[in-house]
């Protein structure tokens, strides 16, 4: 029969003064000696600093964090929906086993997939969107999908916006860009423009500066799934290293440097949670 031990006085101490730990994660990209992206590395590959102080690095693997899909079905996609619906199709299934919730930006946004939706369905329901007639509505579906980002309680997650016409800036969405941001969410947004040239800084261009998302102008249908394509490539080599700190306090990302132990290689880093 088990009997538990006394622990000495002195022992006890020294496992009390000892500082808690807990763990952090950091999602970056590992780029090889040619500059081209790479998952080939594991948890003994990488060495983590945070505020100059090494940290033990507890796992490393290709990321797999929730990510929100949010296609425009309005009247200014609908010439462009047939294509839309097959890009964001082979998007999907480019980036990997990873919750995938779908939304729609409309005159009614909608959320037609939650993250607890298996793939399958998420596809289908992806199939079936339907126009949507009326003035879109594009900051009221991110907030739709912030919340069900929040809900999913993931340290990393992304938003992938498709827009077939640029959103426009408005002083009235300053409370919903600020719930977009506090969500924690990456912005990447797709924007089907008139024509090349400069423009004035609408609200989806905005949340991408302000989440170090990516923002990227098409000017034809054709260039929809060569954008996700780009977008699918850097997603599906982004790594999550998770390692461990004695500091509860949150942490700011320039704080943390990661390296990667392999000749000529160097880490990206894109966030610490």
Do not use: W
Not at 75 to 101: C, N, Q, T, V, W
Not at 144 to 169: D, E, K, L, T, W
Not at 205 to 234: C, E, K, M, N
Request: net charge negative.
């Amino acid at each position: 029969m088990f009997s538990p031990r006394l622990i000495a006085p002195a022992l006890l101490a020294a496992i009390l003064s000892q500082p808690a730990t807990i763990g952090r994660t950091v999602l970056a990209t590992v780029l090889d000696e040619r500059g081209r992206a790479t998952v080939d590395v594991d948890a003994d590959d990488f060495v983590v600093r945070e505020a100059g102080q090494p940290r033990e690095v507890l796992t490393a693997r290709v990321a797999d964090y929730p990510v929100a899909v949010l296609l425009d079905v309005s009247d200014a996609a609908a010439a462009d929906l047939p294509a839309l619906k097959a890009a964001a199709s082979r998007f999907i299934e480019r980036i990997g086993d990873r919750p995938i919730a779908l939304a729609t930006i409309g005159a009614h946004p909608r959320l037609a997939a939650d993250f607890d939706t298996p793939r399958a369905a998420v596809l289908e329901r992806l199939g079936a969107l339907q126009p949507d007639p009326g003035a879109p509505l594009p900051i009221e579906a991110l907030v739709q999908a912030a919340r069900a980002i929040v809900s999913a309680g993931a340290p990393f997650s992304s938003m992938v916006v498709v827009s077939a016409a640029p959103a426009g800036a408005s002083p009235a969405a300053t409370s919903a860009l600020a719930e977009i941001v506090a969500s924690g969410a990456i912005v990447h947004v797709i924007e089907r423009q008139a024509r090349a040239g400069v423009r004035a800084l609408d609200d989806l261009q905005t949340l991408t500066q302000q989440t170090h998302g990516q923002f990227t102008a098409v000017y034809t249908p054709a260039s929809y799934p060569i954008a996700l394509d780009h977008l699918a490539d850097r997603l599906s080599t982004e790594m999550l290293v998770e390692y461990l700190t004695a500091s509860r306090q949150p942490v700011a990302a320039d704080a943390v440097t990661v390296g990667v132990k392999r000749p000529g290689a160097r880490v990206v880093g894109l966030g610490v949670r």
